[in-house]
């Protein structure tokens, strides 16, 4: 399951734009889900629509997929996540807390 992914950093922007891509992932915070499951959770998407939401987050190495007989199990990839994070917010985060420490 574990593999390197390079990726551009605005396929994954672009990738997490969209609530419902946002939400799938929320739901494989506690561990992996198969599709099924996931598509559960999203009522107001049919399975084909899930699917490709999923193949758009695969795409962008923000999940992972393990196959299991006709199971498909999708896991996120936190170490991209936080890669993203160290990259652009935290910094923007510091800079801003910092700046507004010395607005009196």
């Given amino acids: 399951l574990s593999r390197i992914v390079i990726v551009d950093s605005e396929t994954v922007w672009r990738a997490l734009s969209s609530q419902h891509r946002r939400r799938l992932l929320d739901l ?8 099924g499951q996931l ?6 998407l049919t399975r084909f629509a899930v ?4 193949g758009v987050l695969e795409q962008a190495g923000l999940v992972l997929v393990r ?4 199971n498909r199990f999708n ?6 996540l936080r890669q993203l994070y160290e990259q652009w917010v935290s910094p923007i985060a510091s800079t801003a807390a910092e700046a507004a ?3 009196r």
């Fill in 28 to 35: 494989m915070r506690d561990g992996p889900r198969t599709t």
């Fill in 39 to 44: 598509a559960k959770e999203m009522p107001g």
């Fill in 51 to 54: 699917m490709q939401h999923l």
């Fill in 67 to 70: 196959r299991e007989g006709r």
């Fill in 75 to 80: 896991y996120s990839n936190p170490s991209l």
């Fill in 101 to 103: 420490q010395h607005i």
